[in-house]
């Protein structure tokens, strides 16, 4: 059952509706898993508190931080084997990295 409140908050997670799911379930899904940019007021409704590291990282934040580990890379190949681990983990966040830099 979906309440009003679940419904407001599932529409600020990017992707599909998120069908009630909450907590650990949320996270082990790559097209809902926002990781650090889930807001705290997201994180008490989805029953994420304690789950993500206490800090918010807004969506801009974690993909400068993510270009800026990728240009650390020694190699191309470590590049793919990063970027490959973001999809599994974070679609939204690996789609926005490489719209921000093709040349990743």
């Given at each position: ?7 407001h908050?599932?529409a ?10 909450r907590g650990?379930e ?13 807001t ?12 993500l ?5 807004d969506?801009a ?28 983990r ?5 789609y926005r ?8």
């Amino acid at each position: 059952m979906t309440t009003d409140h679940h419904a407001h908050v599932s529409a600020t997670v990017d992707g599909p509706a998120l069908d009630g799911r909450r907590g650990r379930e949320l996270l082990r899904n790559p097209r809902w898993n926002k990781s650090t940019a889930f807001t705290a007021h997201e994180r008490e409704s989805l029953g994420l508190v304690g789950l993500l590291p206490e800090g918010v990282e807004d969506e801009a934040r974690q993909v400068q931080r993510v270009v800026r580990q990728l240009g650390q890379a020694p190699s191309a190949l470590a590049k793919y084997v990063s970027l490959n681990h973001l999809h599994d983990r974070n679609e939204t966040l690996f789609y926005r990295v490489l719209m921000s830099d093709p040349e990743v």
